[in-house]
């Protein structure tokens, strides 16, 4: 197995896709509020409309990936680790059908609860489940964050350098 890794803030490019923790309702983040973590991020800069249900699919923009961990906005722990399992199962299978592009995982914090009520290091572990269940596909790409994090042993490491 080989992870591969980013540095630094997942920026707009042809072959890269944005990949958030999303709700199946179409709502992206609020830009009046300035709030939804990834999801805003997802709406502002990778074309993610409001509305648009990121229902564990690809964006009508081609540009982001929303990974279903919530049911609604605010329901930390809405979905079980086996339906996150799942989930990243599902993401792996997309990534595979379009092995041109790069699946950026937005997640980049270890300690720390995300908007989901996971925190990093429970959602790395998820990753890492699902990776040794179906093999990574070798276009997935996590935070240099959370590589730096995983006891990796004799695992290749690979930096991707295309964004600082």
Same mark, same amino acid.
């Given at each position: 197995?080989?992870?591969? +890794? ?39 800069? &990778? ?16 540009? @982001? ?16 680790? *086996? *339906? ?7 993401? +792996?299978?997309? @990534? ?6 790069? &699946?950026?995982?937005? +997640? ?7 908007? /989901? ?9 998820? &990753?890492?489940? @699902?990776?040794? @269940? ?26 991707? /350098?295309?964004?600082?």
């Amino acid at each position: 197995m080989e992870f591969k +890794y980013y540095v630094g803030a997942i920026r707009p490019k042809d072959n890269v896709i944005f990949v958030f923790g999303s709700n199946p309702l179409g709502i992206n983040g609020n830009p009046q509020r300035r709030t939804g973590g990834a999801a805003l991020v997802a709406n502002l800069q &990778f074309g993610v409309e409001q509305g648009e249900k990121m229902d564990n699919c690809m964006s009508k923009s081609g540009k @982001a990936y929303g990974m279903v961990t919530v049911t609604a906005p605010g329901r930390k722990r809405s979905l079980s680790r *086996e *339906e996150l399992l799942k989930n990243i199962l599902k993401l +792996y299978t997309v @990534a595979r059908e379009n092995s041109d592009k790069l &699946f950026c995982i937005a +997640y980049k914090n270890w300690d720390e609860v995300s908007l /989901n009520g996971y925190s990093g290091s429970e959602l790395c572990g998820l &990753f890492l489940e @699902a990776a040794y @269940a179906s093999n990574l596909p070798e276009n997935i790409v996590f935070s240099k964050e959370w590589v730096d994090r995983i006891p990796l042993g004799s695992i290749k490491v690979e930096a991707i /350098n295309f964004i600082v």
